[in-house]
């Protein structure tokens, strides 16, 4: 089976821009986590697709929002971009409890 | 709430050594699964290993196993044999029971380095 992908893999925006990533999870799939890496805050959750659904949701303003269409697919929109979002974003696809299979990951500058 | 803490900043193993990295944990779920992944300086979180709670043994993957004391609320994880390609971030997590169960947890992570 192939991976999870996600696209673009780098981006260069600037503030006040918005941007859209995009992920493709692992075939058979359901659920489709978003999470954000930066050096001062770690690994935090930003949300959860499960069939077509929010399941879940990190403490994150509302300028983070996603989307999960009818293949799985789900993308994530950043509006009215800062320089603390800089970051890398990692999508992880799941189909049970005991592991999250994540992407090579977008890494999003903000100048 | 749930937390992970991992210690060890920085570590170094030499050539074909175990070595184990230290995680604790904090929930007040009782259903839970402890989680560790590698990361490359590529970036990618690569899976390695998961413990649930209810798991009697401890979970083995080839050269990984991860040593799960629940009393304890520790999760570390041992590399036996380690090779050069092993010298990346690990990094701990958690997800909680239902309702949280999608949501990972991180701890900070551990620079591990592999030296001849």
């Known amino acids: 089976k192939a991976g999870v992908t996600q696209t673009p893999r780098y981006l260069i925006k600037t503030r006040g821009q918005q941007v859209t990533l995009s992920c493709s999870p692992i075939s058979g799939h359901r659920s489709v986590s978003w999470y954000q890496q930066t050096p001062g805050q770690g690994l935090q959750f930003l949300f959860e697709?499960?069939?077509?659904?929010?399941?879940n949701k990190g403490n994150f303003p509302g300028r983070f929002s996603g989307r999960q269409f009818s293949n799985s697919r789900s993308e994530m929109n950043v509006s009215t971009l800062e320089l603390g979002d800089s970051a890398l974003y990692l999508c992880?696809?799941?189909?049970?409890?005991?592991?999250?299979?994540f992407g090579p990951g977008t890494r999003l500058t903000v100048l | 709430a749930q937390k992970i803490t991992q210690t060890q900043p920085g570590m170094f193993v030499q050539e074909k050594e175990a070595v184990t990295l230290d995680c604790t944990y904090d929930?007040?779920?009782?259903?839970?699964?402890l989680f560790w992944y590698k990361q490359p300086s590529s970036g990618e979180m690569i899976f390695l290993i998961y413990?649930?709670?209810?798991?009697?043994q401890n979970a083995t993957e080839g050269r990984y196993s991860l040593n799960f004391q629940k009393a304890r609320k520790s999760a570390n994880l041992v590399i036996s044999a380690s090779q050069l390609g092993d010298s990346a971030m690990y990094f701990c997590a958690m997800r909680g029971g239902t309702g949280t169960a999608s949501k990972l947890t991180f701890g900070t992570g551990t620079r591990l380095q592999v030296t001849l």
């Open positions: 992880a696809s799941s189909e049970g409890l005991r592991a999250q299979y």
């Open positions: 413990q649930g709670s209810y798991d009697e």
């Open positions: 929930t007040s779920d009782q259903s839970y699964g």
């Open positions: 697709y499960f069939s077509e659904t929010q399941r």
